[in-house]
């Protein structure tokens, strides 16, 4: 079992930074696949990128590509969410989630077993 805390979130302006963390409670680099996830009430929870955490392999969505990255820090057990030029439209809960196997496809939220509560980010 795999417990995930995320921190990180907040309120900026639109183009403004904020930065995710995800700290897991496993060793991320045994936990194979670390996702960041988004969901705004009334919608689907939706894949925003996600980290093979054992070859670096990193998925983004379109709708963030050239703005975020997903990046990890085994020592740390931690993975990270770097968010640049944040437009009001990524406003949402975001989610960490994890799973032992990378396999489907990595932007579903069925396939992972393990997420956060989640930290609330505000772009105006």
């Known amino acids: 079992h795999v417990q995930l805390v995320e921190s990180g979130g907040g309120s900026v302006q639109a183009g403004g930074s904020l930065r995710l963390s995800c700290v897991a409670s496993t060793n991320t680099y045994t936990t194979h696949c670390m996702a960041w996830f988004r969901q705004v009430p009334g919608k689907k929870r939706e894949g925003v990128a996600m980290?093979?955490?054992?070859?670096?392999?990193?998925y983004y969505s379109d709708l963030v590509k050239g703005r975020f990255t997903i990046a990890q820090d085994n020592a740390k057990n931690t993975v990270y969410l770097q968010m640049n030029n944040l437009r009001p439209e990524d406003t949402a809960m975001y989610y960490c989630?994890?799973?032992?196997?990378?396999?489907?496809?990595?932007?579903?939220?069925?396939?992972?077993?393990?997420w956060g509560q989640g930290t609330q980010v505000t772009v105006s």
């Open positions: 980290i093979n955490t054992q070859i670096g392999t990193t």
């Open positions: 989630a994890a799973e032992d196997y990378c396999g489907g496809s990595w932007d579903l939220e069925v396939n992972y077993l393990f």
